[in-house]
């Protein structure tokens, strides 16, 4: 899948208005790619543990107030998150050297996180080789129509859109429906490994379920784990909606398309304070991820402060970042995201 990234970078490098291909920054990622055997396990063992405990102390606080539970759910929830970004590095196979051991740790995270590892990693990969390709949307992305697809949309499709596209059901159905029900169901595209995939995350969880309400009883366990997963996902659901749909971005067509460019420019360095940077495990350096998704996440910071390649990328900020939440639409003449009402007086 890399050589293909590679292949494809250097293709469209040749295509780019005929610019000379830049291929120094091949040897600056070069240096973070090999993932060290002792951070990773002792970040997977501390993120295990944390989460465990939380989980645990929201067990405890259950006899005391269900708000203190509530509360603590957002920790636990952030630590999820954490073990999301681990188990999307296992997919990239950017945290252990070996295959089959980030395969079956995948595996064991995708129970976790309510996502079965297999299909989840294949749509991903397929979203690094087409981010920002206006042609190739449609498989790992967040639905985004350029202006004039919309205009010369029926009726119907419109309203599918910008039901889509709003707030409450990107941000509050979306995250109950895909890690609850969405993902317990194989798709007409998965391949023989995707479906088995799924039916392991599914035996996984139902295992976990029966054992923990056996254990503690059924409506101590779904007041723990639904906050939990609920929260987890509004999460990450904003992680990947925000690392893409911001200004300024790029976007483009496959004649123009370049896989340095569309890498640096169209993947936001969302710069979060420093606790919000640990729970979400770097992921903010997107720019240098979609560089190079070989680089573990605990060496993301350290490519972009090390190497004055990226001084020059403008960070989208914690508070300003939520100004995206308003973008819609990409519109190939201005080259920006724009809202429903800009294009509405535009």
């Given at each position: 899948?890399?050589?293909?990234?590679?292949?494809?970078?250097?293709?469209?490098?040749?295509?780019?208005?005929?610019?000379?291909?830049?291929?120094?920054?091949?040897?600056?990622?070069?240096?973070?790619?090999?993932?060290?055997?002792?951070?990773?396990?002792?970040?997977?063992?501390?993120?295990?543990?944390?989460?465990?405990?939380?989980?645990?102390?929201?067990?405890?606080?259950?006899?005391?107030?269900?708000?203190?539970t509530?509360?603590?759910?957002?920790?636990?929830?952030?630590?999820?998150?954490?073990?999301?970004?681990?188990?999307?590095?296992?997919?990239?196979?950017?945290?252990?050297?070996?295959?089959?051991?980030?395969?079956w740790?995948?595996?064991?995270?995708?129970?976790?996180?309510?996502?079965?590892?297999?299909?989840?990693?294949?749509?991903?990969?397929?979203?690094?080789e087409?981010?920002?390709?206006?042609?190739?949307?449609?498989?790992?992305?967040?639905?985004?129509?350029?202006?004039?697809?919309f205009?010369?949309?029926?009726?119907?499709?419109?309203?599918?859109?910008?039901?889509?596209?709003?707030?409450?059901?990107?941000?509050?159905?979306?995250?109950?429906?895909?890690?609850?029900?969405?993902?317990?169901?194989?798709?007409?595209?998965?391949?023989?490994?995707?479906?088995?995939?799924?039916?392991?995350t599914?035996?996984g969880?139902l295992?976990?379920?029966?054992s923990?309400?056996?254990?503690?009883?059924?409506?101590?366990?779904?007041?723990?784990q639904?906050?939990?997963?609920?929260?987890?996902?509004?999460?990450?659901?904003?992680?990947?909606?925000?690392?893409?749909?911001?200004?300024?971005?790029?976007?483009?067509?496959?004649?123009?398309?370049?896989?340095?460019?569309?890498?640096?420019?169209?993947?936001?360095?969302?710069?979060?304070?420093?606790?919000?940077?640990?729970?979400?495990?770097?992921?903010?350096?997107?720019?240098?991820?979609?560089?190079?998704?070989?680089?573990?996440?605990y060496?993301?910071?350290?490519?972009?402060?090390?190497?004055?390649?990226?001084?020059?990328?403008?960070?989208?900020?914690?508070?300003?970042?939520?100004?995206?939440?308003t973008?819609?639409?990409?519109?190939?003449?201005?080259?920006?995201?724009?809202?429903?009402?800009?294009?509405?007086?535009?």
């Open positions: 899948m890399y050589l293909c990234l590679f292949i494809g970078f250097i293709m469209s490098s040749l295509n780019f208005q005929n610019e000379t291909p830049d291929t120094s920054w091949v040897q600056i990622v070069k240096k973070y790619n090999r993932p060290n055997h002792v951070t990773s396990w002792v970040q997977l063992s501390a993120n295990l543990f944390l989460y465990s405990l939380a989980w645990f102390l929201m067990y405890l606080s259950l006899s005391i107030s269900w708000w203190i509530l509360g603590l759910s957002i920790l636990a929830a952030g630590m999820l998150v954490r073990l999301f970004i681990i188990y999307h590095d296992l997919g990239h196979g950017s945290f252990f050297k070996s295959r089959m051991l980030s395969n740790m995948g595996i064991f995270l995708g129970i976790l996180t309510f996502t079965p590892y297999y299909s989840w990693s294949n749509n991903h990969h397929i979203h690094h087409t981010v920002g390709n206006l042609d190739k949307r449609g498989i790992g992305d967040v639905w985004t129509m350029t202006v004039s697809e205009k010369e949309s029926s009726r119907w499709k419109k309203i599918i859109y910008r039901f889509y596209r709003n707030p409450v059901t990107m941000f509050g159905i979306g995250p109950f429906y895909v890690f609850l029900i969405g993902n317990r169901f194989t798709k007409r595209h998965m391949d023989q490994k995707g479906r088995m995939g799924v039916y392991l599914n035996a969880l295992l976990f379920t029966v923990m309400s056996m254990l503690i009883g059924v409506k101590a366990f779904i007041l723990i639904f906050p939990i997963i609920y929260i987890a996902g509004i999460l990450g659901f904003w992680l990947f909606y925000v690392q893409h749909q911001f200004n300024p971005s790029l976007w483009s067509r496959s004649d123009t398309w370049n896989y340095q460019k569309v890498a640096l420019e169209g993947s936001s360095y969302y710069k979060l304070p420093r606790i919000l940077q640990y729970f979400t495990g770097n992921i903010g350096f997107h720019h240098i991820h979609h560089l190079s998704p070989l680089i573990p996440n060496n993301l910071s350290r490519c972009h402060h090390e190497n004055a390649l990226f001084n020059g990328i403008k960070p989208l900020r914690f508070w300003p970042g939520f100004k995206t939440i973008f819609r639409l990409w519109n190939e003449k201005t080259q920006e995201m724009i809202s429903f009402r800009k294009l509405r007086f535009s």
